[in-house]
């Protein structure tokens, strides 16, 4: 049988009997070492504790499950302070007349005493009793302020991460309308001058279109499908340069042992075609390092362009302030974005933490026993 953890017995609401008990076992515990230290006979310290059960019962459910939904988490602090104080009182007197009439005559086999006006007052109002009902009833509120608190924060926490898987699906969804506009026109192009090389093209572009499509659904891939996908990617922009083009590509590390967000890598590589390469007369070039060191991700990406440039400000693509936005909310605190033009270079550096194979596995493992 799987251990309960105290998180379950307080938040789930199959262990809601079973809190309860806990609760008031709590209680008769405290309060029966409290009583024997005066009473010196742990049994009778025992049998007054339990006695008095039933009626902190009333007066701590009434104001955990009365005052504190109607008034306190409503904030109309001022009428929760008015009726527990009300509530306070009538239960001191509910105290004193359980004692009187119940306590005293039946548990202990008295005869209760005959009071006046002055000894009722101090009877009513005494101290211990004040601080026995009002000690329980303010931890049991505090237990349900703070399962309020719990379900609040879940529930933003909830919110939020809904809020990030829409963003990331609409940046996701910008990827893809740009990138088939931009291989499709390289086609075309080939098509239409009836290059033998429109074939394989276009096996490329049905590979890429299948990785996009179909396994960038998932949360994670494999590093190594990313680093394939580059090199297809790049290599369609190859057939239409042709020898105008030089390209350097290096991967390096241990690929297939990380995983990382889908087309992660993707914007980098179509911006440097679109807004680089592409408006460059002449020789053009490309350069991308990619390794991989325990958990950090290193991709350097350097390409020619003509003049400087503002991958901000551009219209079409997806430009670097949507891929810094995209990181934010994929790898919060975890990537060092750098980018910037030197001379006619345009240069872009990007270090991330990931995890490795056997630290997902063990995250997902995780997971699902929850």
């Known amino acids: 049988m799987p251990a309960i953890a105290l998180k379950d017995i307080i938040f789930e609401k199959r262990y809601y009997a079973l809190r309860h008990l806990f609760f008031w076992m709590i209680y008769l515990i405290v309060f029966t070492i409290i009583s024997?230290?005066?009473q010196s006979n742990l049994l009778e310290a025992f049998n007054t504790s339990l006695i008095n059960l039933p009626l902190l019962f009333l007066y701590t459910y009434v104001a955990v499950y009365w005052l504190v939904p109607h008034f306190l988490i409503t904030e109309k602090y001022g009428?929760?302070?008015?009726?527990?104080?009300?509530?306070?009182?009538?239960g001191l007197l509910l105290n004193f007349l359980f004692r009187y009439f119940i306590l005293i005559p039946w548990h202990k086999g008295k005869?209760?005493?005959?009071?006046?006006?002055?000894?009722?007052?101090?009877?009513?109002?005494a101290i211990f009793s004040f601080v026995v009902m009002n000690t329980v009833a303010m931890f049991a509120i505090f237990i349900k302020m703070f399962k309020y608190w719990h379900i609040e924060q879940r529930q933003k926490s909830e919110i939020i991460k809904r809020?990030?898987?829409a963003e990331l699906e609409v940046l996701k969804s910008q990827l893809h309308p740009h990138f088939l506009f931009n291989t499709l026109n390289n086609l075309y192009?080939?098509?239409h001058e009836k290059s033998d090389k429109a074939s394989s093209m276009l096996l490329r572009l049905s590979g890429l279109l299948s990785y996009v499509l179909y396994e960038c659904k998932a949360d994670e891939v494999p590093l190594g499908?990313?680093?394939?996908f580059i090199k297809d990617y790049v290599a369609l922009e190859q057939e239409r340069y042709g020898e105008r083009l030089e390209v350097s590509l290096n991967f390096a590390g241990d690929i297939n042992a990380c995983f990382v967000k889908p087309l992660l890598f993707q914007p980098f590589v179509e911006n440097a075609f679109k807004h680089g390469t592409s408006e460059k007369l002449g020789k053009v070039w490309l350069s991308i390092d990619l390794s991989v060191k325990e958990n950090q991700l290193s991709f350097k990406m350097v390409n020619s362009c003509e003049g400087n440039i503002n991958l901000k400000n551009r219209e079409g693509g997806i430009g670097i302030k949507n891929v810094q936005k995209r990181l934010e909310l994929l790898y919060p605190s975890r990537f060092k974005l750098e980018y910037g033009n030197e001379d006619d270079l345009y240069i872009v550096s990007l270090l991330l933490q990931l995890n490795r194979v056997q630290e997902r596995n063990l995250k997902i493992e995780l997971q699902n026993k929850n």
């Open 189 to 191: 192009s080939l098509v």
């Open 36 to 38: 024997y230290s005066s």
């Open 225 to 228: 499908k990313e680093v394939d």
């Open 163 to 165: 809020k990030l898987t």
């Open 79 to 90: 009428k929760f302070f008015l009726y527990y104080c009300c509530w306070c009182l009538f």
């Open 111 to 125: 005869t209760a005493p005959s009071l006046d006006i002055n000894s009722v007052y101090r009877q009513i109002f």
